[in-house]
């Protein structure tokens, strides 16, 4: 069973940055395809950041220009780079990936608070 842990959330004031990681239990290369969603209070889950192989990463417009998907294949994490952070950007964030037999694994999630 693929465990997937995030971390690097927290509290950040408004302007501010973070990065989250995802570690991932097993080899990302077994992945076809790995992503960020995030939930806020009352809200749907959304998609924020994904990146798929031999494919460009796409993200949310709300967060083009501010966040960073990338991989780090040595240490098997999928990371997200999150700059000018804003209020609305406060949720739950989990990490998400996918394989090759569309099965889905996801992380339990890092809570996000921008303060205003």
């Known amino acids: 069973q693929v465990q997937l842990v995030e971390s690097g959330g927290g509290l950040v004031q408004a302007g501010g940055s973070l990065r989250l990681s995802c570690a991932a239990s097993?080899?990302?290369?077994?992945?076809?395809?790995m992503g960020w969603y995030r939930q806020a209070l009352g809200k749907q889950r959304e998609l924020v950041a994904a990146?798929?192989?031999?494919?460009?990463?796409n993200y949310a417009d709300s967060v083009k220009g501010r966040f960073t998907i990338s991989r780090d294949y040595a240490k098997n994490t999928i990371n997200l780079q999150m700059n000018s952070l804003k209020p609305e950007d406060t949720a739950v964030y989990y990490c998400?990936?996918?394989?090759?037999?569309?099965?889905?694994?996801w992380g339990q999630g890092t809570q996000v608070t921008v303060s205003s």
């Open positions: 998400t990936t996918s394989n090759w037999y569309d099965q889905n694994y």
């Open positions: 097993t080899s990302i290369s077994n992945f076809n395809r």
């Open positions: 990146i798929s192989t031999g494919g460009s990463p």
